[in-house]
């Protein structure tokens, strides 16, 4: 008995929730395995991207699909019915790619979801990757936590260290500035740059070393998130709420 060997892209969405159980990375039923690179992508609306597939073993009739039994694209090259002309499908042999052009704006169940690749027979599932996070939403603004310093930095170092942390940020280069009672602060100041999430979003830290003599006049720490047009995003803590 010959069986035939197929190659499928398909979508979860998002809203299905995002259950490991369902999606492993480098799954392997015992004759394919299959690796997804790269692991989590993130896209502006316009943007174009390849998400690629890597298989053991040579496929030799592939098709790409959508999970809930609708296809992305099938037979490597050829789209579903429905499915907008954004998406597009490369390959053969072990090496396989999905191209999304201009990616759409967040309107519809390409915006947040997951898209993974399965090779699979007409014997059953051979093996699939772990999904990839896209966001085209164009942008998100950080959540922020500002943290004082630690009663014993205080008693030991003589000096402040206040911690900024900024999360779900879209895109990557949002930045993070201080001010001391209302007015900038960028000596003494580190940071980090965006990290990218496995939910496709990204997250920042800053740090503000004061003196000793700063850090007890001071009356008010805000800690600001600014990206291109987009409104700043701002956390002000009052020293008299910081414990002592």
């Known amino acids: 008995m010959t069986f035939i060997t197929i190659f499928t892209w398909t979508l979860l969405i998002s809203a299905q929730g995002r259950n490991g159980s369902e999606i492993f990375d480098e799954q392997s039923s015992g004759q394919v395995t299959v690796t997804q690179t790269p692991a989590v992508k993130s896209v502006l609306s316009g943007q174009t991207v390849n998400v690629n597939c890597k298989t053991s073993a ?14 992305l694209i099938y037979a490597a090259t ?42 699979h027979s007409t014997s059953g599932s051979l093996g699939h990757s772990r999904g990839n996070r896209h966001l085209g939403s164009g942008n998100a603004l950080p959540s922020l936590s500002l943290l004082p310093p630690s009663t014993v930095e205080l008693s ?7 911690l900024c942390l900024a999360n779900k940020g879209f895109p990557s280069d949002w930045s ?5 009672d209302g007015s900038s602060k960028s000596s003494s100041v580190t940071k980090t740059p965006g990290i990218l999430e496995s939910d496709g979003t990204y997250s920042w830290s800053s740090t503000l070393t004061l003196s000793e003599p700063d850090w007890k006049s001071l009356h008010s720490m805000t800690c600001e998130a600014s990206q291109g ?3 700043t995003v701002q956390k002000t803590q009052n020293k008299s709420d910081c414990p002592e």
């Open 58 to 71: 040579a496929l030799y009739n592939n098709r790409f699909k959508r999970k809930l039994e609708k296809f």
């Open 229 to 231: 047009s987009q409104a």
């Open 78 to 119: 050829i789209r579903q019915i429905g499915i907008p002309e954004h998406f597009s499908g490369s390959g053969s042999g072990t090496d396989f790619t999905l191209t999304i052009t201009g990616m759409p704006e967040c309107s519809q169940w390409w915006c947040t979801a997951d898209y993974y690749c399965l090779a």
């Open 176 to 180: 993070l500035q201080w001010k001391i």
């Open 156 to 162: 030991a170092k003589r000096s402040a260290t206040l």
